[in-house]
């Protein structure tokens, strides 16, 4: 059963990646931007081209370079 009411969403305090790509036909590069509404930590966005919804499978190279570079 739906809640009419839900409580609000905390805010994310930790730094955050967003990685979006192109190609991917279910999450729009508006829907990553836009999240940053939820985050107060530090925010970084990355646009990887040419990928689908499963970015790990369809760019692996690419995506571990931005994971190793942020988790610094």
Not at 10 to 26: A, H, M, N, Q
Not at 27 to 34: A, D, G, I, P
Not at 50 to 68: F, Y
Request: charged content about 25%; glycine content about 6%; proline content about 12%.
């Amino acid at each position: 059963m739906p809640v009419d009411n839900p409580p609000p969403q905390p805010k994310i305090t930790c730094p955050v990646l967003g990685v979006w790509s192109d190609s991917d036909p279910f999450l729009t590069e508006r829907q990553v931007l836009t999240s940053t509404e939820r985050v107060t930590g530090p925010w970084r966005y990355e646009k990887i081209t040419g990928a689908g919804h499963r970015l790990m499978l369809d760019k692996p190279v690419e995506v571990n370079r931005l994971l190793i570079d942020f988790l610094k």
